[in-house]
Each structure stands twice: as structure tokens, then as C-alpha cells.
């Protein structure tokens, strides 16, 4: 199970909303998964799922807060590799029409209406719900280990820009591209994918990330730090190396016992420790790190100056 479909599990489970919380999250499903039709006249309402507690539930609220005939359709569907998919039909009935009002699909001289009704963007809590459907319907998010990324997809330019205006209520400013004849609203940074997991009510799935992302950022750490050490240690390898053989350039020009007491000591403490860092050589002689340098930077001159 990929998790976005986890995600959706855990959102579909959770029934602890209001009446009008219920209404909002199922607008914004028919909005992105739903279709209006008229049959002889009469309204109808389609809805497609792919998957099927999300199915159940929808077709539950239906039935129990509007009391419709409902057909459900089950089919085979592979444009998305997915087992199965499921049309909720409400067929043309009394109280349809009603239904669409309630929902904001309708105005009440019969007109569609292709934006979110005001009252899901003026309720902090019913833009919650409503968000929370627009990505049951149409949202998806990487896994956690992979690159953060979560979307919401809309077929309408009008939605996309309603949903923006919704994510700014709770301080989100959202991406926005066009993929393959949809909207796509999407978010790219860790911050804002567990922010928009957390107000559609999804903590689970927002657990693991963060547990997940706190993993991810202490292997970095670790990486980092064992990069930082070996490139000092390769420089360190790469400076003593340089040293040994400006050592051996004075040996064979002039002779070690031609450099000062100080020189000659550290000259042939370099050869005797030739992996050792200046801190270590500098424990030996009991002299500081910055005297140890001073001393092999005196030992490179001397050694130029006789090539």
C-alpha cells in the first residue's frame, strides 16, 4: 500500500465530524471526483472512487443523511493499476436538486457553480473538512523517504484558485502546474507537506513523517560529519606528505643538522609520525599547534629556497 493510500485509510476511518463538516468533505469529493447529469430532465449525481472503505463511507453518508436510491457500479479499472474502482450513482429522485443546492453546486435559478461555496472558505472548520476531501478525492503525497511532495489535483482553473485562497487561511502558499490537463496545487518542503497532513486530520500519516524525517536529518548529520572528518583527514594525509619530502629536498641539498635545534626536532619527530596531525606532534613536544606549523612552514621555506 503506497502512503497516500495510507493517508486516505486513516482519513476515511476517522468519523468524529459535525453534519456540516460531513457535507463539506463530501462537496469537495463530488467536485473532484463527482459528475452532474441529467437524465429525462431530472438531475443525477455520479460519483467515482478508487477506493473502497472511501466508497462505503460516501455511500453511507448518502444514504443515511439524504435517504436517496443509490446505485453503486463496481469495475475493473487499469488506467490507474488499480483492482477496482466504484461509481456512487444517485439516479434522478426527489430531493436531488436540494441536495446540489445544499452542496453548492447550484444556484437556486438552476446555474452551475464552479467554485467552492463561501460558506467551506469562511469556516476554518469546514475548510478543514473540505480540504480533507479534496485530497480524498484527488490528493496525493510521496512517502516519506523519498522527496516531499503533496498535491491536490482540479480540473478547473476556478477550483485551483478557490483552493489557494483556502490554503492562505492557514498561512500555506501553494505551488501551482498543469500536468496533463489537470490543475495541480502542489507543496515541496517537509514543513508544509506535515502542516497540510496535520489540518486535514491525518496525524498518523504526520507521525511518521516526522519520526521519518528525524531519522532522514540524523543519517545527513552523520554523513555530513564523516565527510567533513575525511577530507580533513585527507588533507592532513595530503600536508604531511608535502612535508616529508621538504624534509628530504634539505637532507640531500644541505643535511638535516644544518636546520636550527627546533627544526631539526620537528623534522625528524614528521618522519618518525608521518600520519600524525599538528595537534598530536604538538602533545609530543609540548608546543602548541600553531607553533608546530610555524615550525613546517619554516622547514617548506628553507626547502624551496633550495629547488
Given at each position: ?77 487499469r488506467r490507474f493499476n488499480l483492482s477496482h474502482s466504484y461509481d456512487i450513482i444517485v439516479t434522478p429522485q426527489p430531493g436531488v436538486r436540494e441536495f446540489l443546492l445544499e452542496l453548492g453546486f447550484l444556484t437556486p435559478a438552476n446555474n452551475l457553480v464552479f467554485h467552492i461555496k463561501e460558506e467551506y472558505l469562511d469556516s476554518r472548520k469546514l475548510s478543514q473538512a473540505y ?177
Amino acid at each position: 500500500m503506497s502512503f497516500t493510500d495510507q493517508v486516505k485509510e486513516e482519513l476515511t476511518h476517522k468519523d468524529k465530524f459535525d453534519y456540516q463538516e460531513q457535507l463539506a468533505e463530501l462537496s469537495a469529493l463530488i467536485r473532484i471526483d463527482g459528475s452532474i447529469q441529467i437524465s429525462n430532465k431530472h438531475l443525477a449525481v455520479k460519483v467515482t472512487l478508487y477506493h473502497g472503505n472511501l466508497a462505503r463511507r460516501i455511500y453511507s453518508l448518502i444514504k443515511e443523511r439524504f435517504g436517496f436510491s443509490i446505485e453503486i457500479r463496481v469495475r475493473q479499472d487499469r488506467r490507474f493499476n488499480l483492482s477496482h474502482s466504484y461509481d456512487i450513482i444517485v439516479t434522478p429522485q426527489p430531493g436531488v436538486r436540494e441536495f446540489l443546492l445544499e452542496l453548492g453546486f447550484l444556484t437556486p435559478a438552476n446555474n452551475l457553480v464552479f467554485h467552492i461555496k463561501e460558506e467551506y472558505l469562511d469556516s476554518r472548520k469546514l475548510s478543514q473538512a473540505y480540504l480533507r476531501g479534496l485530497f480524498l478525492g484527488g490528493g496525493s503525497v510521496n512517502s516519506p523517504q523519498s522527496e516531499y511532495h503533496l498535491e491536490f489535483r482540479c480540473e478547473r482553473e476556478s477550483v485551483a484558485e478557490d483552493l489557494k485562497v483556502l490554503l492562505a487561511k492557514f498561512d500555506l502558499e501553494a505551488h501551482q502546474t498543469e500536468h496533463k490537463g489537470y490543475q495541480v496545487i502542489y507543496f515541496k518542503s517537509y514543513a508544509e507537506v506535515v502542516k497540510v497532513l496535520n489540518i486535514i486530520g491525518a496525524h498518523q500519516a504526520m507521525l511518521k513523517m516526522e519520526n521519518d524525517h528525524i531519522v532522514k536529518e540524523l543519517k545527513n548529520d552523520v554523513n555530513r560529519r564523516v565527510n567533513f572528518e575525511t577530507a580533513n583527514l585527507e588533507k592532513s594525509v595530503s600536508a604531511a606528505m608535502d612535508q616529508l619530502e621538504y624534509i628530504d629536498i634539505i637532507e640531500r641539498k644541505e643535511g638535516l643538522e644544518t636546520l636550527s635545534p627546533g627544526l631539526q626536532e620537528i623534522a625528524e619527530l614528521r618522519r618518525a609520525n608521518p600520519y600524525a596531525s599538528l595537534k598530536e606532534l604538538g602533545e609530543i613536544l609540548d608546543l602548541s599547534k600553531s607553533g608546530v606549523n610555524h615550525r613546517l612552514r619554516r622547514i617548506k621555506k628553507i626547502a624551496q629556497d633550495l629547488t
